[in-house]
T-cell receptor, first 112, second 114 residues
Framework: EAQVTQNPRYLITVTGKKLTVTCSQN?????MSWYRQDPGLGLRQIYY???????DKGDVPEGYKVSRKEKRNFPLILESPSPNQTSLYFC???????????FGEGSRLTVL | AQKVTQAQTEISVVEKEDVTLDCVYE???????LFWYKQPPSGELVFLIR??????QNEISGRYSWNFQKSTSSFNFTITASQVVDSAVYFC???????????FGSGTQLTVLP
């Protein structure tokens, strides 16, 4: 089954404690991306990757890091989380050129 | 720059009523894709439809239909005979091909009351 898998789905953490949200897709997609969703703001892009070892900032990259060492994986790293990073995070992937994004199930992060 | 506007923040209807969700977009690209996604209370994003800018035919899928009008830059979504299970947040989105991101509207919360 074609899917994008995120882990963890739910996480409560404290300010400053580094965390990683993993994302993996099994569709051999070149493009992967992270979005965050906040009430009234829709989805905003954090980082994206056009292929292995190619990453770039989206609209709200501050406080986040990513890496793309393998085609299937695109982890999101919060080196020192802060309460304003409390949000619902989505990983997504897309085959080159089609436009349609496939989303993971979302990871709800709370930073206390 | 691209922009997607969903002016209706919340809509509430009674079951079996028809409801239309509005989406207006702005783009300077001549080729682009438009999407609708559904986000039920469980939180996942469910793809509903993709439409490219050269195809202005309306589309119907069961109780769902989409009206794409390039002249007014609108891509509206109608649910006929709404059901409680249609309660969700609906997002409209826009992208040119090969773009770095999908631009989303802020979403419309639809509540269907029994």
């Amino acid at each position: 089954e074609a899917q994008v898998t995120q882990n963890p789905r739910y996480l409560i953490t404290v300010t400053g404690k580094k965390l990683t949200v993993t994302c993996s897709q099994n569709m051999n997609h070149e493009y992967m991306s992270w979005y965050r969703q906040d009430p009234g703001l829709g989805l905003r892009q954090i980082y994206y990757s056009m292929n292995v070892e190619v990453t770039d900032k989206g609209d709200v990259p501050e406080g986040y890091k990513v890496s793309r060492k393998e085609k299937r994986n695109f982890p999101l790293i919060l080196e020192s989380p802060s309460p304003n990073q409390t949000s619902l995070y989505f990983c997504a992937s897309r085959a080159s050129g089609t436009g349609e994004l496939f989303f993971g199930e979302g990871s709800r992060l709370t930073v206390l | 720059a691209q922009k997607v506007t969903q002016a209706q923040t919340e809509i509430s209807v009674v079951e079996k009523e028809d409801v239309t969700l509005d989406c207006v977009y702005e783009t300077r690209d001549t080729t682009y894709y438009l999407f609708w996604y559904k986000q039920p209370p469980s939180g996942e994003l469910v793809f509903l439809i993709r439409r490219n800018s050269f195809d202005e035919q309306n589309e119907i899928s069961g109780r769902y239909s989409w009206n794409f009008q390039k002249s007014t830059s609108s891509f509206n979504f109608t649910i006929t005979a709404s059901q409680v299970v249609d309660s969700a947040v609906y997002f409209c989105a826009l992208t040119p091909p090969l773009a770095r991101q999908l631009t989303f509207g802020s979403g419309t919360q639809l509540t269907v009351l029994p």
